[in-house]
């Protein structure tokens, strides 16, 4: 889902219907608190007006209903851990 974001810029929201890292240990980040072992995952990725950005991912925090986009999407997302750096569109 594409939504508008701040300032010019755009949010992408992509849910699996698996978990990353369900079938092997490639997705296991380092958080400092256990996030929550959902059976899919919610990926948010947050571009400015050029296009350039970062993301994260439910791995490390929870997920909420985001009632105005009639979505789910990262809770808190400015408080989780940065997965995706350098994020840009093409």
């Known amino acids: 889902m594409r939504l508008p974001g701040e300032a010019g810029g755009e949010r992408i929201l992509l849910i ?3 978990r990353l890292g369900a079938f092997n240990d490639l997705w296991k ?3 400092p608190s256990p996030a929550p072992n959902y059976e899919f995952s919610v990926i948010e ?3 400015n ?3 350039e950005g970062e993301g994260k991912i439910s791995l490390t925090g929870k ?3 985001d009632g105005p986009a009639k979505t789910i999407a990262l809770e ?3 408080e ?3 997965i995706l750096k350098n994020v840009k569109r093409k």
């Open 49 to 51: 007006s050029k296009g």
């Open 63 to 65: 997920v909420a209903v």
């Open 80 to 82: 989780s851990s940065v």
């Open 76 to 78: 808190n997302y400015s």
């Open 45 to 47: 990725l947050r571009l």
């Open 29 to 31: 980040p380092v958080a």
């Open 16 to 18: 699996t219907e698996r």
